[in-house]
T-cell receptor, first 111, second 115 residues
Framework: KQEVTQIPAALSVPEGENLVLNCSFT??????LQWFRQDPGKGLTSLLL?????REQTSGRLNASLDKSSGRSTLYIAASQPGDSATYLC??????????FGKGTKLSVKP | NAGVTQTPKFQVLKTGQSMTLQCAQD?????MYWYRQDPGMGLRLIYY???????DKGEVPNGYNVSRLNKREFSLRLESAAPSQTSVYFC??????????????FGEGSRLTVL
């Protein structure tokens, strides 16, 4: 059974810092991996989708990498801003098509 | 620019009452999903629909029914609500079926409390 783990559960950094959020999964047979952002009391906003054949995807200050063989993905946020404060979730789509979510990393960027 | 729209946003029920959560998407997507999000549990799939008239059970389907009457709308019904169904419910849609790995788009959520 696929399990997705995100470490750390919470992270607090000063504004301007570059940071990395981690996501690991137990079954490397995946279709893709998606990173989401969730603001308090809101839905999930898709940030980046990495297909299993890809190594990374970039959008603005965000860069997500995927290493299927080691079961790991990282989300890199450059020059963090207070507006980046949110919970970040990764989700893995496995061989049966189901999307399995991690429990998220709650990020706080201090001005 | 609506995307995925859920109603109601908030609801309080008494144990045993029934209600339906509505979801509509305007992106012409084929696949639609219902998830629940609980503290410490993450998001879990309740039901999935690949197309109009088809539905499949997810990880936690007990106590729920769904209906996909057309391509736009996917409703979730609680026939006899229980306190264990207190949760935040999210509807999502995707252009492709789940086997093809398309990107998921979520609604804002429906916060349900069962007393």
């Amino acid at each position: 059974k696929q399990e997705v783990t995100q470490i750390p559960a919470a992270l607090s950094v000063p504004e301007g810092e570059n940071l990395v959020l981690n996501c690991s999964f137990t079954d490397s047979a995946i279709y893709n991996l998606q990173w989401f952002r969730q603001d308090p009391g809101k839905g999930l906003t898709s940030l980046l989708l990495i297909q299993s054949s890809q190594r990374e995807q970039t959008s603005g200050r965000l860069n997500a990498s995927l290493d299927k063989s080691s079961g790991r993905s990282t989300l890199y946020i450059a020059a963090s801003q207070p507006g980046d404060s949110a919970t970040y979730l990764c989700a893995v789509r496995g061989s049966q098509g189901n999307l399995i979510f991690g429990k998220g990393t709650k990020l706080s960027v201090k001005p | 620019n609506a995307g995925v729209t859920q109603t109601p946003k908030f609801q309080v029920l008494k144990t045993g009452q029934s209600m339906t959560l509505q979801c509509a998407q305007d992106m012409n997507h084929n696949s639609m999903y219902w998830y629940r999000q609980d503290p410490g549990m993450g998001l879990r799939l309740i039901y999935y629909s690949a197309s109009e008239g088809t539905t499949d059970k997810g990880e936690v389907p007990n106590g729920y029914n769904v209906s996909r009457l057309n391509k736009r709308e996917f409703s979730l019904r609680l026939e006899s609500a229980a306190p264990s169904q207190t949760s935040v419910y999210f509807c999502a849609s995707s252009e492709y079926d789940r086997g093809s790995g398309g990107e998921l788009f979520f609604g804002e959520g429906s916060r349900l409390t069962v007393l």
